[in-house]
């Protein structure tokens, strides 16, 4: 199969099997996607950083934490109640689920580049070595970003799927690997809505208290993220020792299918940019075509029901309506790269996909700054429309960070970390001069 303008064809073999890949084997357009879906998934995600979590599915939360923190604090902040209900409304609608989607799917692509790697050399016994040892340091990594900064922490579940089953279904049929995709997300968002509606049926019976569908009274949390990070690490740990019970049951099987759908897409030559305009074309219209209304159409739906606490149900049913719009998105994305539009643009995703871990843990450590007690504290008090200005601005950081970044080094720092944990041995970090000029 003959590379054409965007390098689609995944190397097969290279010199080096025990090195990283490097800039000249990349495929631009898993970056620029990676990117993209990158930047898009701080939207929904900064909201956990600067409220209680209860604020992810119930705007009200950030009315009732600005009250709070007026009595307790004396902030003089009046609550954005019209802002805070439309922007909830668009990020809903706009964001959630779409993003952790095509973020997923890309770390399923990484699998098929990375046995691709490895298969013509018959080396496969040292790529899977390299595998579980790329994977086991990933959980280390999430691990301690989950525990030590922030229990939102996607990493953990990635490094889990990818040593568990990954690796052992990477060389099903495109088709095979669809079919079981499609089983395992349904299951997974299944059990999630499943756990949602006992949650809600439990509330209704008065055996628990509404709060507790979100971790506890937002008191609690407003206590802990306002004071010393020996109070923010307890109140996380608490969390995460449920998300760890609980969520292996139902999110595990989500992140499996998302990451063989992505698996499947690249082994079709749909990530890598292979297809034609055309195509792009139609997956963009159809997708979005179809995702927008199917989703606008449930959230409003759910809303007008009249039940109580619709968003807390509408996180589970987001992840299974909102397919084909992040396949939309995708769909969009690719089209504008091959046809070589916007290419500043393009060109400053790509970089920020190349650096995604790094940028990743950037907004871990920007948000948690910011807001943290032991930090800035501001904790509570920023509300939207502002969450939006403050989630461009580090758009912006992580787009300027890369750029610059890159010219003068091979990888992030996060990414240089891991791969010299991966390989065991200190990659090159600089890149090499530029040959002189005759």
């Not at 939102?152 to 089953?165: E, T």
């Not at 306002?226 to 449920?242: I, K, S």
């Not at 912006?396 to 720092?413: Q, V, Y």
Request: proline content about 5%.
């Amino acid at each position: 199969m003959a590379a054409g303008p965007d390098r689609p064809n995944i190397p097969d073999a290279r010199p080096d099997v025990s090195a990283p890949v490097g800039a000249r084997d990349r495929i631009q357009s898993i970056d620029v996607l990676r990117g993209f879906a990158l930047l898009g998934i701080l939207v929904p995600n900064i909201i956990s950083f600067a409220m209680p979590v209860g604020a992810m599915t119930d705007p009200q939360v950030m009315t009732q934490t600005v009250g709070i923190l007026s009595e307790q604090v004396g902030t003089r902040i009046e609550p954005h109640t019209t802002w805070n209900q439309l922007g909830y409304d668009i990020t809903a609608v706009g964001f959630t689920g779409k993003f952790m989607f095509q973020f997923a799917m890309l770390f399923g692509a990484g699998v098929i580049m990375y046995d691709r790697k490895f298969a013509a050399t018959s080396k496969l016994s040292k790529g899977f070595a390299l595998w579980a040892r790329r994977n086991a340091w990933l959980l280390a990594i999430g691990l301690v970003h989950a525990f030590g900064f922030w229990f939102g922490d996607i990493l953990v579940w990635y490094a889990s799927v990818g040593l568990i089953a990954l690796w052992w279904l990477r060389r099903l049929s495109p088709t095979t690997m669809l079919v079981v995709a499609g089983a395992s997300y349904l299951v997974g968002v299944t059990l999630m809505t499943g756990f949602s509606l006992f949650g809600l049926w439990a509330v209704s019976r008065g055996d628990i208290p509404a709060s507790d569908l979100n971790g506890g009274e937002p008191i609690v949390q407003i206590t802990a993220f306002t004071g010393t990070y020996l109070d923010a690490f307890l109140n996380r740990a608490t969390t995460l020792v449920f998300f760890y019970i609980v969520f292996p049951f139902t999110f595990f099987w989500s992140v499996l299918g998302l990451m063989l759908t992505g698996a499947a897409l690249t082994k079709t030559g749909v990530l890598t940019g292979q297809r034609s305009v055309t195509f792009y074309a139609w997956m963009s219209a159809l997708g979005l075509g179809i995702g927008l209304p199917l989703t606008l159409g449930f959230f409003v739906g759910l809303r007008a029901t009249g039940m109580d606490h619709p968003g807390f149900l509408w996180q589970s049913i987001a992840q299974l309506v909102g397919i084909p719009q992040a396949l939309g998105y995708t769909g969009l994305v690719l089209l504008v790269h091959k046809l070589g539009w916007l290419k500043p643009l393009t060109t400053a995703l790509a970089a920020v996909g190349r650096m995604a871990m790094t940028n990743y843990l950037s907004h871990t450590l920007i948000c948690t700054t910011i807001f943290y007690g032991y930090a800035l504290g501001y904790f509570g008090q920023v509300q939207y429309p502002e969450l939006f200005a403050l989630a461009g601005l580090i758009w912006l950081f992580n787009i300027a960070l890369s750029l610059i970044w890159l010219r003068s080094f091979r990888f992030g720092p996060a990414e240089w970390l891991w791969r010299s944990l991966t390989y065991w041995k200190l990659q090159p970090l600089r890149r090499p001069p530029a040959p002189a000029q005759p």
